[in-house]
């Protein structure tokens, strides 16, 4: 198994930059497939990013790419999740997700098993 904990979330304005980091702990980290995903209030939990268990592949969520850029550092057990250019619409509970093999396309919440406890982003306009 997997531990995660997420920390980095807080209040920007719109055009702001926030940067969220995920600790993980337990087994090997650079065996497990990683990403992001954020759930706003009320709607469901949508996928944002993806990032190969190398680090040389990367997925985005099509209404932040350009924008978000999803990174790991395997010596650390660490993943982050740079966020430029904020909008009020990624205003979410950001969630960091792990998983070994992963037999979908990476977007689906049913892809990942383990997940950290969220952090919440607000962006205001």
């Known amino acids: 198994q997997v531990q995660l904990v997420e920390s980095g979330g807080g209040s920007v304005q719109a055009g702001g930059s926030l940067r969220l980091s995920c600790a993980a702990s337990?087994?090997?980290?650079?065996?497990?497939?990683m990403g992001w995903f954020r759930q706003a209030s009320g709607k469901e939990r949508e996928f944002v990013a993806e990032i190969s268990r190398s680090g040389a592949n990367r997925f985005y969520a099509d209404s932040v790419k350009g924008r978000f850029t999803i990174s790991r550092d395997n010596a650390k057990n660490m993943v982050y999740l740079q966020m430029n250019g904020l909008k009020p619409e990624d205003t979410a509970v950001y969630y960091c997700?792990?998983?070994?093999?992963?037999?979908?396309?990476?977007?689906?919440?049913?892809?990942?098993?383990?997940w950290g406890q969220g952090t919440q982003v607000s962006v205001s306009s």
């Open positions: 337990g087994r090997t980290f650079s065996n497990y497939i």
């Open positions: 997700v792990a998983e070994l093999y992963v037999y979908g396309d990476y977007t689906s919440v049913s892809d990942y098993d383990y």
